[in-house]
C-alpha cells in the first residue's frame, strides 16, 4: 500500500501479475484498487502465481505454479486475458543463511521477473520488484533506466531497518522493437 500510495501505479482497470505472491498480501490490495470485482465494466484484472498454495481472494486469479516453469508465462498471459499494466515481483528464494548466495539468488528471481516484465507490459506499465542489496543489481538497474521513464529504489517504512530488503519501482514503460 506504501509504494502504491506514493506512485499510484494500482489505477482502476489495470490490470495486474503478481510474482510471489503468497500469502497475497499484495494481490489483495492490488483487487482492491484495480476494483478487480466491479461489476460495471470497468474491472481490473490480477492474476498471482506462487508455488506455494494461497487462500482464494475475491477478484484474483490465483496459479499454483513455479514462475521459472517452461509454461508460467503462458499460462500468465493467458489468465490475463490481454498485456499488463503492472507486473510486481516479490519472489525470493528459501535463504541459505549465506548472504552473497541469498543476494544473487534473488537477483536472477528479479531479472526472470524483468524479462516476464518486458515481454507483457502495455507502454506505460510498471514494474515493481524486491531486491536485496548486494553489489549484483548495476545491470539489472541499466536495463530498467534502457525500458523505463522512471527508476527509483524505494525503502518502504513498513519494511524493518537492518533489513537488506528494497524494492525497485520502474513505470513509464517504453515498449521497443528490441522488447517486444
Do not use: Q
Not at 14 to 20: F, I, K, Q, S, T
Amino acid at each position: 500500500m506504501e509504494l502504491d500510495d506514493r506512485f499510484h501505479f494500482l489505477k482502476p482497470g489495470a490490470r495486474v501479475v503478481d510474482l510471489g505472491a503468497a500469502p497475497g498480501g499484495w494481490s489483495l490490495v492490488a483487487a482492491e484498487r484495480v476494483r478487480a470485482t466491479a461489476s460495471d465494466g470497468k474491472a481490473g484484472r490480477v492474476v498471482a502465481i506462487d508455488l506455494e498454495e494461497m487462500a482464494p481472494i475475491a477478484g484474483v486469479a490465483i496459479l499454483h505454479l513455479d514462475f521459472l516453469a517452461d509454461d508460467a508465462p503462458a499460462r500468465l498471459r493467458a489468465a490475463l486475458g490481454g498485456s499488463a499494466d503492472v507486473v510486481l515481483s516479490d519472489m525470493a528464494a528459501p535463504a541459505t543463511g549465506h548472504t552473497r548466495i541469498d543476494h544473487l539468488r534473488i537477483m536472477a528471481l528479479l531479472e526472470a521477473a524483468l524479462d516476464f516484465a518486458l515481454d507483457v507490459l502495455a507502454p506505460g506499465g510498471a514494474f515493481i520488484g524486491k531486491v536485496l542489496r548486494g553489489g549484483a543489481e548495476r545491470e539489472l538497474l541499466d536495463m530498467l533506466r534502457h525500458n523505463f521513464a522512471e527508476v527509483r529504489h524505494v525503502k518502504p517504512p513498513a519494511s524493518r531497518k537492518e533489513s537488506a530488503e528494497i524494492y525497485v519501482v520502474a513505470l513509464g514503460f517504453r515498449k521497443s522493437a528490441a522488447t517486444g
